[in-house]
């Protein structure tokens, strides 16, 4: 219950499951059912004042304002790119800020959500491990960057209707290191009587944490993306440092496991790929690729790589990316290209950065780095 405690020191209902929202009414001497009436008015209806819930008594209503609270992000910046995605500036408790990106396609609305304040992982390529680590989000924090998203981008219940059809965990942040408070917003995203997704629909992204990957499927079904950026272990040690803890063989055993432990055995992996220029975009890492990817269930998602300041990466060209898509395809590998989104308004891949309070030495260290390098370009 301690992650569910806000600032002003009461429990906030805004991140509990079902399940939880059910144990709650029980224990206060009310039926389960309180819990359906409450995700409706919340996650459905947008309403967070206890007195607007009309189908509760008086007396429960003055109880629940009394002794518990239902608190949303606070949006400190909302701004619209040229093609249309949409980015949010999330204050959160303690002065640390995250973002979240919404991503509208033709047939889907892609809501690209954080799971921590910045992230401790430090891939090479990634500008959020940049800024260093402050702590989890709680599973409100969670949830409630796709309310907040939902409430802007209009959600309805009837699924034909809905901008948001997607959900990822491909924004700051390692999920699987916040893994009580992400398995808790899944199931807020999928229950009917909150936002309804499809489980197919939901995506945790990881960097390989596999005890947590092997933990998950006891307790969600929802898709899986790793991040893999490499196809052998010396490459991957530069690129992901938690592959030393966690090789390449381990984590392809680990997401096989996931997958064998859904109900519908036909549920492939999305596995991600950066490349960068010299790095890791040659037709021979796209064939060893193929080698590594042999007895995984997968497609591959391929990100041309966003540059940001100080980075010494570049994204290879146009014809370096067809050309390691072309022998991914003709070995069958389902296999999209992503394209960059957002850029104009830093909402790309690797370029949400979020205001972190920096517990860790990186942010400074790296922020020095910065400001130097702009005084040599200025003289
Ligand atoms: N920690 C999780 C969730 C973050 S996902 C994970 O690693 O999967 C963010 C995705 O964007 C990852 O696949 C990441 O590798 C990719 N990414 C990070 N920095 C990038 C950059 N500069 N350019 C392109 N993709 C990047």
């Known amino acids: 219950m301690a992650e569910v405690m806000e600032k002003h020191g009461k429990v906030n209902l805004l991140g509990m499951s079902r399940q939880q929202l059910e144990a709650f009414f029980t224990e206060i001497g009310e039926k389960p059912f309180r819990a359906s009436q409450l995700l409706k008015w919340v996650h459905q209806q947008g309403?967070?004042?206890?007195?607007?819930?009309?189908?509760?008594?008086?007396?429960?209503?003055?109880?629940?304002?009394?002794?518990?609270s239902l608190e949303v992000p606070e949006v400190v910046l909302d701004k619209v790119s040229a093609d249309g995605t949409r980015k949010w500036v999330m204050q959160m408790a303690g002065g640390s800020r995250i973002e979240t990106v919404f991503i509208p396609e033709n047939e889907r609305g892609t809501l690209c959500v954080s799971s921590q304040i910045g992230c401790s992982l430090d891939c090479s390529f990634c500008s959020t491990g940049k800024q260093g680590f402050n702590r989890n989000l709680s599973s409100a924090e969670i949830i409630g960057q796709l309310w907040v998203a939902a409430r802007a981008l209009g959600h309805a219940a009837d699924s034909k209707k809905r901008a948001i059809t997607n959900v990822v965990f491909m924004g700051m942040g390692e999920p699987l290191m916040n893994f009580d408070n992400v398995v808790s917003a899944c199931s807020l995203m999928m229950?009917?009587?909150?936002?309804?997704?499809?489980?197919?629909?939901?995506?945790?992204?990881?960097?390989?944490?596999?005890?947590?990957?092997?933990?998950?499927?006891?307790?969600?079904?929802?898709?899986?993306?790793?991040?893999?950026?490499?196809?052998?272990?010396?490459?991957?040690?530069?690129?992901?440092?938690?592959?030393?803890?966690?090789?390449?063989?381990?984590?392809?055993?680990?997401?096989?496991?996931?997958?064998?432990?859904?109900?519908?055995?036909?549920?492939?992996?999305?596995v991600e790929y950066t490349l960068i220029e010299g790095v890791n975009d040659q037709p021979e890492h796209a064939r060893e690729l193929v080698e590594?990817?042999?007895?995984?269930?997968?497609?591959?998602?391929?990100?041309?790589?966003?540059?940001?300041?100080?980075?010494?990466?570049?994204?290879?060209?146009?014809?370096?990316?067809?050309?390691?898509?072309?022998?991914?395809?003709?070995?069958?590998?389902?296999?999209?290209?992503?394209?960059?989104?957002?850029?104009?308004?830093?909402?790309?891949?690797?370029?949400?950065?979020?205001?972190?309070?920096?517990?860790?030495?990186?942010?400074?260290?790296?922020?020095?780095?910065?400001?130097?390098?702009?005084?040599?370009?200025?003289?």
């Not at 004042?49 to 002794?67: G, I, P, Q, V």
Request: hydrophobic content about 35%; overall charge positive.
């Open 191 to 270: 229950d009917d009587f909150a936002y309804g997704l499809s489980k197919r629909r939901v995506t945790i992204s990881t960097a390989g944490l596999v005890p947590a990957l092997d933990r998950l499927g006891e307790v969600t079904d929802v898709s899986l993306a790793i991040s893999l950026h490499a196809p052998n272990d010396t490459l991957r040690d530069v690129l992901v440092p938690l592959n030393r803890k966690y090789p390449i063989s381990e984590l392809m055993r680990a997401s096989r496991d996931y997958l064998g432990k859904l109900p519908d055995n036909h549920r492939k992996a999305t």
């Open 47 to 68: 309403v967070t004042r206890f007195e607007d819930m009309t189908n509760m008594s008086k007396a429960l209503r003055s109880k629940l304002e009394a002794e518990v």
């Open 292 to 379: 590594v990817l042999r007895d995984l269930p997968c497609k591959v998602n391929l990100i041309p790589f966003n540059p940001f300041p100080l980075s010494d990466y570049r994204r290879p060209s146009r014809n370096a990316v067809m050309r390691f898509h072309r022998v991914l395809a003709e070995a069958g590998y389902i296999t999209t290209i992503r394209t960059t989104r957002g850029d104009d308004i830093d909402a790309a891949c690797g370029q949400l950065v979020g205001q972190v309070e920096d517990r860790t030495r990186r942010q400074a260290r790296y922020i020095n780095a910065v400001n130097i390098s702009e005084g040599e370009t200025r003289l």
